[in-house]
Nanobody, 125 residues
Framework: QVQLVESGGGLVQAGGSLRLSCAPS????????MGWFRQAPGKERVFVAA????????YYADSVKGRFTISGDNAKNTVYLQMNSLKPEDTAIYYC??????????????????WGQGTQVTVSS
């Protein structure tokens, strides 16, 4: 069973920074891409950022572009999300996910094969 474990969430004031990490636990696997999504209370899970390991292409939601940076290590199937200039509207549970083979729709949650349990990020005003 593929397991992903997120860490690095917490409480931060508006304007602050956090760095989320996502690492695998359990059996080894190959990944084609990894991404971050978030879900605020009462809302649907939405795309935040993703990285295609081949070529290192990165994608961001408009709401986080210029403030968040995704990076990682393909060999370790580990991905990070550096979040700067945080805003109260960034408050959510953040989930990492992995595509183990090439799929269309990297911004779409159904295109991912495995998910972590999530880590809470709370930004106070």
């Amino acid at each position: 069973q593929v397991q992903l474990v997120e860490s690095g969430g917490g409480l931060v004031q508006a304007g602050g920074s956090l760095r989320l990490s996502c690492a695998p636990s359990g059996r080894t696997f190959s990944s084609y891409a990894m991404g971050w999504f978030r879900q605020a209370p009462g809302k649907e899970r939405v795309f935040v950022a993703a990285v295609f390991w081949s070529g290192g292409l990165t994608y961001y939601a408009d709401s986080v572009k210029g403030r968040f940076t995704i990076s990682g290590d393909n060999a370790k199937n580990t991905v990070y999300l550096q979040m700067n200039s945080l805003k109260p509207e960034d408050t959510a549970i953040y989930y990492c996910a992995v595509q183990t083979w090439r799929r269309v729709g990297i911004r779409e949650a159904p295109s991912y094969d495995f998910w972590g349990q999530g880590t809470q990020v709370t930004v106070s005003s």
